[in-house]
C-alpha cells in the first residue's frame, strides 16, 4: 500500500449516522428462499431506476424554504408522500447493511416510530451488533411510559425519541414529562423531530414540530441533550438560535444543504452537529449526506477537523462509544 493510501487509511475518521429508520422485511418470513431472493434482486435493480428521482427529491427539498408558506405547504402536502414508494426498494436492515457498506459508515442510530417501526423490533436489531444504536419512541396510550423506558433502557435502548408532530399530543402532556424525567435519570439524549412538513397524511399535527415549542423543555431539562432532529427542516435559523440560547442543544444534519450545515458549524460549534441522514426515505440519502458535509469542506466553508467532528466523533463522544470521554458531557460552543 503506498504510504500516502496507508496514512488515509490509519487516519480515516469514524463515520457514525445519527437518524436511520429501518423497516420491517414486508415478505421475507413468509415467501419462499427462492422467491424471496429473486425479489431482492429486483429491489437492488429498481434502487439503481430511482436514483435520478431520488436526486431530484433532494435537490428540490432543499430549495422549497425559499418559497412564500401558502406554495411550499401546498407542496409539501404532495411532497410528503414522495418518499413511500421509495420505501418498497430501500428500507430494511440489510439495504442499510448494504448502503453503510457501499459509503463506509461504521455506526447508524436505528430509530423507532410504532406501529410501523416497533421498539421490540429496533432492539432486537440492535442487540449485540455494535455498528446499530437503538432510539426508541414511547407511543401514545402507553400505559407507565417512564417504566417502560426504563424496561427499553435495559433492553439496550440509549436514545429516546420524541415525535409531538406525529403524535398529536401537546407539549404539555404528562406522558412527555414521564418520559423527560426518565430520560434524564437515565442520562439518555433525547432526539425531537423539528421542523413543520405540512403533510396530515405523515403526521397528526404538523405544527408541533416547530422548534422553538420546546422551548420550556430545554429550560425544565438543563442537563438533558437535546438534538434537534433535521435543524427544523425548514426553517435551520431558529434551530440555531434555539441552540445559541441553550447549551444543551445539538442539531443533525438531515434535510439540510450544505449551506445551512456550515452556517451550523459557525454559529454553535461544529462539536455541536451530528451527521444525519433519515435513511431511506427519499432513497440514496447516505451518499446525499455525506456529499453536503464533504462539500463544506470543500468549498472552504469548514476545515476537515470540523467535518470529522461532525461525520462521527461527536456522536462518538455523545454516546460515550470513545473510551476516554464521558457519555453524557454535552457539547458547548
Ligand atoms: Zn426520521
Not at 437518524?19 to 420491517?24: A, C, E, G, Q, V
Not at 430501500?90 to 442510530?109: G, K, N, P, W
Not at 412527555?176 to 437515565?186: G, I, P, S, V, W
Not at 461532525?310 to 458547548?332: D, F, V
Request: with cysteine; aromatic share 8%.
Amino acid at each position: 500500500m503506498p504510504q500516502t493510501a496507508l496514512y488515509s487509511y490509519l487516519t480515516m475518521p469514524v463515520v457514525i449516522d445519527f437518524h436511520t429508520h429501518i423497516f420491517p422485511s414486508a415478505y421475507k418470513d413468509f415467501l419462499p428462499e427462492k422467491s424471496a431472493a429473486a425479489i431482492e434482486r429486483f429491489r437492488k435493480q429498481a434502487r439503481s431506476w430511482l436514483r435520478p428521482v431520488s436526486r431530484t427529491l433532494h435537490k428540490t427539498q432543499t430549495v422549497l424554504r425559499h418559497l412564500p408558506e401558502p406554495a411550499r405547504d401546498r407542496l409539501d402536502r404532495i411532497g410528503g408522500l414522495a418518499p413511500l414508494p421509495g420505501l418498497l426498494v430501500e428500507s430494511t436492515e440489510s439495504d442499510l447493511r448494504e448502503a453503510m457498506r457501499e459509503y463506509e459508515v461504521d455506526r447508524a442510530v436505528i430509530i423507532s416510530h410504532p406501529p410501523f417501526i416497533p421498539n421490540d423490533f429496533i432492539i432486537e436489531a440492535a442487540a449485540n451488533q455494535p455498528d446499530f444504536i437503538a432510539a426508541v419512541n414511547i407511543p401514545t396510550g402507553t400505559r407507565g411510559p417512564g417504566a417502560v423506558l426504563k424496561k427499553l433502557h435495559g433492553e439496550g435502548a440509549r436514545i429516546l425519541k420524541i415525535h409531538p408532530a406525529a403524535d398529536g399530543d401537546g407539549l404539555g402532556a404528562p406522558r412527555y414529562k414521564a418520559l423527560l424525567r426518565t430520560a434524564t435519570d437515565l442520562a439518555m439524549p433525547v432526539i425531537l423531530h423539528t421542523g413543520c412538513l405540512h403533510s396530515k397524511m405523515i403526521y397528526r399535527d404538523p405544527g408541533l414540530g416547530a422548534a422553538e415549542l420546546f422551548k420550556p423543555w430545554f429550560k425544565a431539562f438543563p442537563e438533558t441533550v437535546f438534538i434537534l432532529a433535521h435543524m427544523n427542516f425548514h426553517d435551520p435559523t431558529t434551530a440555531l438560535d434555539l441552540a445559541q440560547e441553550f447549551p444543551n442543544l445539538l442539531v443533525d444534519t438531515s434535510w439540510q444543504p450544505s449551506e445551512s450545515i456550515a452556517e451550523a458549524a459557525r454559529r454553535i460549534g461544529a462539536e455541536r452537529v451530528l451527521f444525519g441522514t433519515d435513511w431511506p426515505l427519499v432513497g440514496n440519502n447516505i451518499r446525499v449526506g455525506l456529499r453536503r458535509v464533504r462539500e463544506c469542506v470543500r468549498s472552504g466553508m469548514i476545515k476537515p477537523e470540523d467535518a470529522d467532528l461532525i461525520l462521527g466523533l461527536n456522536a462518538e463522544r455523545l454516546l460515550g462509544l470513545c473510551p476516554s470521554t464521558s457519555p453524557q458531557s454535552a457539547p458547548t460552543s
